[in-house]
């Protein structure tokens, strides 16, 4: 059964408009959470890390909260731009796991039309 | 951007041949990770390296076998691929802090 779970699964929005992508969790014991972006044929990249104490975080157009008591985190892009176009997905990993190991949503693909 | 590489990006086989997915790496990382991921869905751990010459597998249960004779090097081999093989595979090295770093992905489709 996949630990992490997203939604919507798929998003499309005009440019300029903002959106939230949504990510549940049932890992344990947490460590930390990533949101990463993955373009269409590439490896995914970081965007944000979120540790257990921290309860949002900013990088550009990109604000992720996480709310560590329900297990929940969300990806806010502001402003969105055509270049946005991209799977969102949720990393999760777990404390004390010597092989870094990490659970992965299945993404949630946001299109930005024009 | 990480300094991660794969080779080829596309690969398109038939049946029954032997290939080898490339993989490296210019920044000392001694963990390295092979993922497999279909359309929509999540990645998937199929093999793994602490370092030199250790290799684990993964959560996945995958036909393919790696190497890790150098630090940056990770290689995947598929001794004979068939069609259930099709997938986009993605090379990983973590950081000393548990960043992982993704290559661009190997696109392969076996006819």
């Known amino acids: 059964k996949n630990q992490v779970e997203q939604s919507p699964q798929s998003l499309i929005i005009l440019e300029g408009k903002n959106c939230t992508l949504q990510c549940n969790y049932t890992v344990s014991p947490f460590s930390n959470l990533r949101w990463y972006k993955q373009d269409t044929g590439r490896g995914p990249v970081s965007l944000t890390i979120?540790?257990?104490?921290?309860n949002t975080k900013s990088n550009g157009r990109y604000t992720a909260t996480l709310d560590a008591d329900t297990k929940q985190s969300s990806l806010h892009i502001t402003a969105s731009q055509l270049s946005d176009s991209a799977s969102y997905i949720c990393v999760v990993s777990d404390r004390g796991s010597t092989l870094g190991r990490l659970y992965f949503g299945r993404g949630t693909q946001l299109t930005v039309w024009p | 951007e990480a300094d991660i590489y794969q080779t080829p990006r596309y690969l398109v086989i038939g049946t029954g041949k032997k290939i080898t997915l490339e993989c490296s790496q210019t920044m000392g990382h001694d963990k390295m990770y092979w993922y497999q991921q279909d359309p929509g869905m999540e990645l998937h751990l199929i093999h793994y390296s602490y370092g030199v010459n250790s290799t684990e597998k993964g959560d996945l249960s995958s036909e393919s076998t790696v190497s890790r004779i150098r630090t940056e090097h990770f290689p995947l081999t598929l001794e004979s691929a068939r069609p259930s093989h099709t997938s986009q595979y993605l090379c990983?090295?973590?950081?000393?802090?548990?960043?992982?770093?993704f290559g661009p992905g190997t696109r392969l489709t076996v006819l």
């Open positions: 979120m540790t257990f104490s921290e």
């Open positions: 990983a090295s973590m950081r000393l802090d548990n960043e992982q770093f």
